[in-house]
């Protein structure tokens, strides 16, 4: 029998950590804009198929919360292969929600916000050890303006070796805090250079600082994206929005490769009980 008083004891934490975000995602809607809905997809009764989708930043010895050290993203990558995880595209993700495609087995999107160089340096020879591909969402105007960001020569390389290089905005401005005519401007723009430095369409993008409503959904679906990704804790199935993607956010705490653990373990267990999509 399920011990609701042990569950929330042991959970104590990421129940905190969700009931936040959840006041965040409540205060955002509250103040949007009145627009058309953005259609969700049909789920199939039967399709109880679910992915993660993990969401890192920066892959660095250094300490900062963004920062995941070398030595645990290695560990975590090395869990994934021994776990029979296998790494998919945001199209694989795409075709997965809009139309039931089929996927691998445990399938895994593994994404980067930002472009930072160590995404390069550090996560990309790790992840080709193991045999994954990953998504980096970049600010396109950061890159080879700072040191610490990827060059476009380095995002090709990725990109032709089977990494996914997608829009995380021009300059990385917060679309609720932003006019119609700016969001367009960072949809657009951002998808423009992806498109003239790698040869290849932009489809997919990454909300900044994850915040966003469904008059900006609106806004990216016209500015040619497919689909959206969010910092909402869950995992991706055939209710979910395309537009509203959620992913599982990995930082650097006191005891990083625990905290993966149980992120990715405590996901199973709200399915399981019924807490239904919303």
Known sequence: MFKFKQFAEKYKVYIAVGLLILAVSIISLAGQKSSEPVELPVAADNDNRAVIVINYHKIDNIFHSLAVSTGDF???MQWLKSHGYNSITPDQLYDFVADGAELPNHPVLITFDDGYADNYKNAYPIMKKYGFVGT????????????NYMTW??????????????????????MTEASDSQIMDELTKSRETIKEKLGEDADFFAYPTGTYNLHIARLAREAGYKAAFTIKYDT????????????????HTENTNKDFLERLQYLPIINKDGWVKK
């Open 74 to 76: 290695e560990k975590q």
């Open 136 to 147: 980096v969402f970049v600010v396109t105007s950061y890159l080879e303006k700072y040191p």
């Open 153 to 174: 020569a380095q995002a090709k390389e990725m990109h032709d070796n089977g990494f996914s290089i997608e829009s995380h905005t021009v300059t990385h401005k917060s």
């Open 236 to 251: 991706v199935n055939r209710n979910s929005n395309v537009y509203a993607l959620e992913r599982v956010p990995i930082f």
